[in-house]
């Protein structure tokens, strides 16, 4: 699961650097150097590349929020769609991990990777 950051610390009419964005959001400049690839606005014209902070907070923002995409029952968030499939044939399974908790097994009806999803404790049996 994706780490949480937290783009609240960014100050929007600041100009970052990279590494700078990166410290204050609590990322690698990777992942940030891939946020620019996916769309972050950045002024890349030249060196050293800079993100203003308002724009990238509207990114981060709006990325989020994308990520919190309600599934439906019996849908799994498929790590390689990355978006909430139905399990290949309606097949999946519970198992019950060591902790107690259930997981609900299947496989994306779409690329067929296995998929699995946390069922809520009081989603009893
Ligand atoms: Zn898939």
Known sequence: MARRFSYA??????????????????????TVRTWIKEG???????????????PAKAFLKEREAARKVKRGQGEFYCVRCKQPRKAALGLTETATMANGRRVLKGFCDVCETPCSRFLPASDAA
Request: hydrophobic share 35%; proline share 8%; net charge neutral.
């Open 9 to 30: 610390r960014i100050k929007s009419h600041r100009n970052y650097e990279i590494e700078e964005l990166a410290e204050c959001v609590g990322v690698t400049p990777q």
């Open 40 to 54: 972050l606005p950045a002024i890349t014209d030249k060196r050293p590349f800079l993100i203003v902070g308002n």
